[in-house]
């Protein structure tokens, strides 16, 4: 049996000062006790730490807060939703010890050090309402716990949620860019605060009774396939059908992690143009096609409810504006924008390959994040869309509709459906079995 590990959570990053509060007293380098407001900078290559009235406290590489009479600490200026949709900046509350910490680049990074299972409790009243069904609240801490183990287990190296990486694995051709963002170096702490990761909001959101319970009556349950622990992935909402690891990551089988339908009763895999269309334009029966406004505001945290059309949606571009993302986003200058074909999909419906032509150059690109990347100033909700351009017979398309199905990479657990099975009275282990096919659960501390 393994031990509860202590994780270093990284909140803060490449941040030239860092501000917040001590709320109660703090043990700082088991030298002295601070509590208050204080400020942090850089000078020559140490960390230099202010009390409230702007007193020099300490100068040294290192600075660790560990508290004191369960004090907690607040950081101000916390971006969430980094290069989303949804990004913004708040101020959180932590528990546990802060860590400030120098990088190669002599900036600062903001560390929590603290036990998993608390981590975890913050984890599922961050990724969705802790108000929630408790079957689901608990198979989301089942799967988050999995992921996070399965993750740390790589030589410390994170395998982003939702594949956002500094270090994409690239393989390009010279009429082929295909990118995927899996695992990336995080030297100085194990995870990240954010989606790239898992949010990890502290207690700056209410932590529910019934979140806690969760992560309680679930404490060292994992996922496991062939006695290992699950690389248990999770998304926002398939749009009816997960994927397959192979068409959003590294092009190997992971037999926990291929396509279901995200429904009682079974749906066909997408296999052509013309399926494709007709499933992303349609309405079909899903777990996650949840239209009800008081069951999305009894499961979604409150910036998440800002995106209601995540099941169905439709985004339109004119064709200047659209070539002007696809340069910003590529650093290519494809001319007038004359077509956007699917080249492969998953079984989703999932763009894998896409030809991008225009009258300067033709290029195939991949993956389905690098396909979200390039065609919108953000992402893209999915890369499940069908492409319907409007032309006025003279020249090049004068516009682009994307009509969409979904929301994030489509791989693992759709929470919104994950959520929807437990209101139906589904089980959080019948909801994990149906989302990863042949894993078990298994408790390891």
Not at 178 to 190: E, G, P
Not at 294 to 312: A, Q, V, Y
Not at 407 to 424: E, N, P, R, Y
């Amino acid at each position: 049996m393994m031990e509860e590990p202590t994780l270093r959570v990284g909140i803060l990053q490449a941040h030239s000062k860092v501000a917040g509060r001590l709320n109660g007293p703090f043990l700082i380098n088991d030298a002295r006790r601070l509590s208050g407001r204080f400020s942090v900078s850089v000078k020559e290559s140490r960390i230099l730490l202010h009390d409230a009235a702007g007193q020099e406290i300490l100068y040294q590489k290192e600075v660790r807060c560990t508290p004191l009479d369960n004090s907690t600490f607040t950081l101000h200026e916390v971006t969430i939703g980094v290069h989303f949709h949804w990004e913004r900046k708040q101020e959180q509350t932590f528990r546990g010890e802060l860590m400030l910490i120098l990088d190669e680049n002599d900036t600062l990074a903001a560390v929590n050090r603290i036990p998993l299972e608390e981590y975890l409790t913050s984890v599922i009243s961050s990724e969705m309402n802790a108000e929630a069904p408790p079957e689901f609240l608990k198979a989301h801490a089942i799967a988050s716990r999995s992921w996070l183990m399965s993750m740390l287990g790589m030589g410390g190296k994170a395998t982003h949620r939702d594949n956002v990486s500094p270090e994409p694995t690239t393989q390009a051709k010279a009429e082929e860019f295909i990118r995927y963002y899996d695992r990336v170096d995080h030297t100085l702490f194990d995870v990240c605060a954010d989606d790239h990761c898992q949010r990890y909001q502290g207690i700056t959101r209410l932590i529910a009774e019934n979140a806690r319970q969760a992560v309680n009556r679930t404490v060292g349950l994992f996922l496991v396939y062939n006695n290992k622990i699950c690389d248990a992935r999770y998304h926002k909402a398939c749009g009816g059908l997960t994927d397959n690891f192979a068409n959003t990551w590294d092009n190997v089988t992971v037999p926990y992690l291929t396509s279901v339908s995200d429904s009682a009763i079974p749906h066909d895999p997408i296999l052509t143009e013309e399926a494709a269309r007709q499933w992303i334009v349609g309405d079909p029966e899903a777990y996650c096609n949840a239209k009800d406004n008081n069951t999305l505001r009894r499961i979604l945290p409150s910036f998440d409810r800002e995106t209601m059309d995540f099941f169905r949606w439709k985004v339109i571009y004119t064709r200047p504006e659209l070539e002007e993302i696809i340069r910003e986003k590529s650093g290519l200058d494809f001319g007038n924008l004359l077509s956007l074909t699917p080249l492969e999909r998953g079984p989703s419906g999932r763009i894998v390959r896409l030809q991008i032509t225009g009258t300067k150059r033709t290029l195939t690109i991949g993956k389905e994040l690098e396909i979200r990347r390039w065609l919108s100033r953000s992402h893209l909700y999915s890369s499940a869309f069908v492409v319907c351009p409007e032309t006025d017979g003279l020249g090049p398309p004068v516009s682009f509709l994307l009509r969409g199905a979904g929301w994030g990479h489509g791989v693992g657990m759709c929470q919104i459906g994950a959520a929807i099975m437990a209101l139906k009275g589904s089980t959080a282990e019948s909801i994990l079995k149906h989302y990863f096919r042949g894993a078990k659960l298994q408790r390891m501390y």
